[in-house]
């Protein structure tokens, strides 16, 4: 009896430990990737597909125009995720991320207040699964809500591959895009899924990276996989130049 309440008290200190490791673990993102690897799904932090994400502290002067691309939840596990920014000499400076598990009913007025708080004048919302009805509805509450017409609110079904638009759009983000340099502390769910997100083998996760990288598409203006490709290759041409 005195043995097993001993085992008791040993496994109740362990799981008290744990529980604190993980608390603060989770907070740094080396040490969250450790713990992932360690402790939960494997992650390999070598492996990573964003190996360097650029920021910046104050948003330029001069900014062109602002823009948001959104990524509707395909199922009920996916997430919701809405990048927005403003675009300066073909570089992306990302001011707000919506991402979110929230049913659409919520997130469909969340959007439309986001839009207007980041002076959005231009988004492009992918139309697969019910992503039609949910631009439609944005559309209305940006009237309703906010008396704002001049947010164009485009959409579009998305037929491509979508690994494959991940790794082909992933350098462009890497060298193109800047995202605030707290954003960790702003956005910790969409930190944590882009800085694990891997280069090969099964992600839990997606809809980050492919909201990432197609905001990085609409300021380039390419709405292929090919065109996208092409139009990398030629951004090298010119600076070996």
Same mark, same amino acid.
């Given at each position: 009896?005195?043995? *097993?309440?001993?085992?008791?008290?040993?496994?109740? !200190?362990?799981?008290?430990?744990?529980?604190?490791?993980?608390?603060?673990?989770?907070?740094?993102?080396?040490?969250?990737?450790?713990?992932?690897?360690? @402790?939960?799904?494997?992650?390999?932090?070598?492996?990573?597909?964003?190996? +360097?994400?650029?920021?910046?502290?104050?948003?330029?002067?001069?900014?062109?125009?602002?823009?948001?691309?959104?990524?509707?939840?395909?199922?009920?596990? &996916? @997430?919701?995720?809405?990048?927005?920014?403003?675009?300066?000499?073909?570089?992306?400076?990302?001011?707000?991320?919506?991402?979110?598990?929230?049913?659409?009913?919520?997130?469909?007025?969340?959007? =439309?207040? $986001? $839009?207007?708080?980041?002076?959005?004048?231009?988004?492009?919302?992918? #139309?697969?699964?019910?992503?039609?009805?949910?631009?439609?509805?944005?559309?209305?509450? *940006?009237?309703? $809500?906010?008396?704002?017409?001049?947010?164009?609110?485009?959409?579009? %079904?998305?037929? !491509?591959?979508?690994?494959?638009?991940?790794? #082909?759009?992933?350098? @462009?983000?890497?060298?193109?895009?800047?995202?605030?340099?707290?954003?960790? &502390?702003?956005? =910790?769910?969409? @930190?944590?899924?882009?800085?694990?997100?891997?280069?090969?083998?099964?992600?839990? %996760?997606?809809?980050?990276?492919?909201?990432?990288? +197609?905001?990085?598409?609409?300021?380039?203006?390419?709405? #292929?996989?090919?065109?996208?490709?092409?139009?990398?290759?030629?951004?090298?041409?010119?600076?070996?130049?």
């Amino acid at each position: 009896m005195i043995i *097993l309440i001993i085992a008791y008290v040993a496994m109740w !200190e362990i799981e008290k430990k744990f529980e604190v490791l993980r608390k603060v673990t989770e907070k740094n993102v080396v040490s969250s990737c450790i713990f992932k690897a360690n @402790y939960q799904h494997p992650i390999d932090i070598k492996g990573r597909l964003f190996t +360097e994400i650029k920021t910046y502290n104050v948003l330029p002067d001069g900014i062109e125009r602002f823009i948001a691309y959104c990524d509707t939840a395909d199922t009920g596990d &996916d @997430y919701l995720c809405a990048i927005m920014g403003g675009v300066l000499n073909g570089e992306g400076y990302v001011t707000d991320v919506l991402f979110t598990k929230d049913p659409m009913i919520k997130t469909e007025k969340e959007l =439309p207040r $986001l $839009l207007v708080v980041n002076k959005i004048t231009d988004a492009l919302i992918e #139309s697969n699964s019910g992503g039609k009805n949910f631009a439609r509805s944005v559309e209305k509450n *940006l009237w309703e $809500l906010y008396k704002i017409r001049d947010c164009r609110i485009r959409w579009f %079904h998305q037929s !491509e591959n979508k690994q494959s638009r991940i790794l #082909s759009g992933a350098p @462009y983000v890497m060298e193109h895009i800047y995202l605030p340099t707290n954003w960790k &502390d702003r956005f =910790p769910e969409f @930190y944590n899924h882009i800085i694990t997100y891997q280069s090969t083998g099964k992600n839990e %996760h997606d809809d980050g990276a492919e909201a990432l990288v +197609e905001f990085g598409k609409m300021i380039v203006g390419q709405n #292929s996989v090919s065109s996208y490709i092409e139009w990398m290759k030629q951004l090298k041409e010119k600076r070996k130049h």
